[in-house]
């Protein structure tokens, strides 16, 4: 499998993301809480490209017990990613939409050697 080099790992900061070409494919590389995580920038939906999208803390909805809505809030600990085609969310470590687990993110290989990140797909 190819292998690209990406760069120096210390020059991700926390929560950062960049886009880079690899061939004819564009990935996604998000570094959360020091771990490096890696998507194709193609939304399953409608192909979109999902890792330019808003980065935000999931959002989740408060219902009732009648299962009425009743306001929303932030869940600090989880990182989505939002297509900014349709508003697709998704989470950034595990690549699944909250929604529905068959709906995912295509997975890159990224890793770190020697201080450099990688992207093996």
């Known amino acids: 499998m190819p292998e690209y080099k990406v760069g120096p790992a210390d020059i991700f ?6 886009i880079v070409a690899c061939d004819d494919k564009e ?3 998000f570094k959360l809480d020091g771990e490096f995580y890696g998507w194709h920038n193609l ?3 409608q192909g979109g490209p999902v890792c ?3 980065v935000m803390s999931r959002v989740l909805e408060i219902a009732d017990a009648e ?7 932030y869940d600090d600990s ?27 993110l295509r997975p890159a ?6 201080g450099q990140v990688y992207v093996r797909l």
């Open 43 to 45: 939304c399953p939906h």
């Open 78 to 104: 989880q990182k989505h990613i939002v297509c900014p085609w349709h508003g697709y969310e998704f989470s950034i470590k595990t690549g699944s939409h909250p929604g529905n687990a068959r709906v995912r």
């Open 52 to 54: 330019t999208g808003r």
């Open 13 to 18: 900061a926390d929560d950062e993301r960049r």
């Open 27 to 29: 990935i996604g590389i």
């Open 109 to 114: 290989d990224v890793f770190v050697r020697e």
């Open 67 to 73: 299962g009425c809505t009743r306001g929303q809030q």
